[in-house]
């Protein structure tokens, strides 16, 4: 039997690396047909989405789910490699976000990779020192991701150049149409700080000069321990600030605790990081939070004057 087999085996190597060949670079055959954009996570594919949806021959797809969240410590799995094996560029966002990207930067060396934080600067966190990779939460920074997505797309992809660069011309339009509506309904408020759950909006309270007074946990899941969760609820009382804001994402266990004792109230804030996949949706989630944040920060009761029927 195994005399038979061997004759054959050249033929299954062949096969085994034609199959190996097809899964891993079917760019070249795909050249002719589509460019294939692999976004890292969901703010990267909807800023990404706006710039090159649309446009014939041009797909783009997001790596992870987008209910994934942030992507620290996320390890990426086997297929999403594969898929990734399959696009023309990877947008990420950058600044450690993709904690992965050495291992694709070692497994697939040709592929390029686009960031769109090129040119910010990090704002680094005060508990670790690290870069703060959350950038796209402030409008004028996910305007700045746009404009970078689409300058480097047109480079990579010059047929398309005039098309990504309409494109982004017309989103960017609209995230100037928010943001200067976020800072003229902002910057009235009389209360200016506020609590944070993650270390997920330096950029944002920069951008509207808020005051971030305290963060409680700094990445989702890393509940405080008693002794943190009694420092946080002392900083609340001495700050008496009056809003905590937690994320969609990540309901805080403690959030509810800080609030009891302290007498502040739970919001929420959006970073933006999970959501339909729909072109608008950031500038949907952005809408959300400025109304949140409109009801936290607005003035005490005694001072609205008071509507007569
Ligand atoms: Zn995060």
Redesign the pocket.
């Known amino acids: 039997m195994k005399m038979r087999q061997i004759p054959f085996q050249p033929y299954w190597t062949v096969f085994f690396l034609l199959a190996l060949n097809l899964t891993l670079t079917p760019l070249k055959a795909a050249e002719h047909e589509e460019m294939l954009i692999v976004t890292s996570f969901y703010p990267i594919y909807i800023a990404t989405v706006n710039v090159a949806g649309g446009i014939p021959d041009v797909a783009v797809k997001n790596l992870t789910k987008p209910f994934t969240?942030?992507l620290?410590d996320y390890q990426m799995t086997p297929a999403e490699m594969v898929e990734l094996s399959r696009a023309a560029v990877f947008i990420v966002n950058g600044g450690g976000?993709e904690s992965f990207l050495d291992k694709v930067v070692k497994q697939l060396p040709k592929l390029k990779i686009l960031e769109a934080s090129a040119g910010i600067e990090f704002i680094k966190n005060n508990a670790d020192g690290e870069p703060n990779?959350?950038v796209w939460v402030s409008p004028t920074l996910a305007q700045k991701q746009v404009a970078t997505i689409a300058a480097k797309l047109a480079e990579l992809d010059p047929g398309n150049a005039a098309a990504y660069q309409r494109n982004a011309a017309a989103y960017s339009t609209k995230l100037e149409a928010l943001r200067t509506k976020m800072h003229e309904a902002l910057q009235s408020l009389p209360v200016r700080q506020i609590i944070t759950f993650?270390?997920?909006f330096p950029y944002f309270a920069r951008e509207f000069d808020l005051e971030i007074v305290a963060v409680i946990e700094r990445?989702?899941g890393s509940e405080p321990s008693a002794r943190e969760l009694a420092a946080t609820i002392e900083t609340v009382r001495k700050t008496k600030v009056k809003a905590l804001f937690a994320e969609p994402q990540y309901p805080a266990k403690c959030a509810d605790t800080i609030a009891r004792e302290t007498g502040a109230t739970v919001y929420t804030l959006d970073?933006g990081?999970s959501g339909p996949l729909t072109p608008n949706a950031y500038l949907t989630i952005m809408e959300k939070n400025l109304l949140e944040l409109c009801r936290a920060l607005k003035p005490p009761k005694a001072e609205i004057p008071a509507k007569t029927r």
Request: with cysteine.
């Open positions: 969240g942030c620290h976000m990779a959350h993650h270390e997920a990445e989702p970073p990081v």
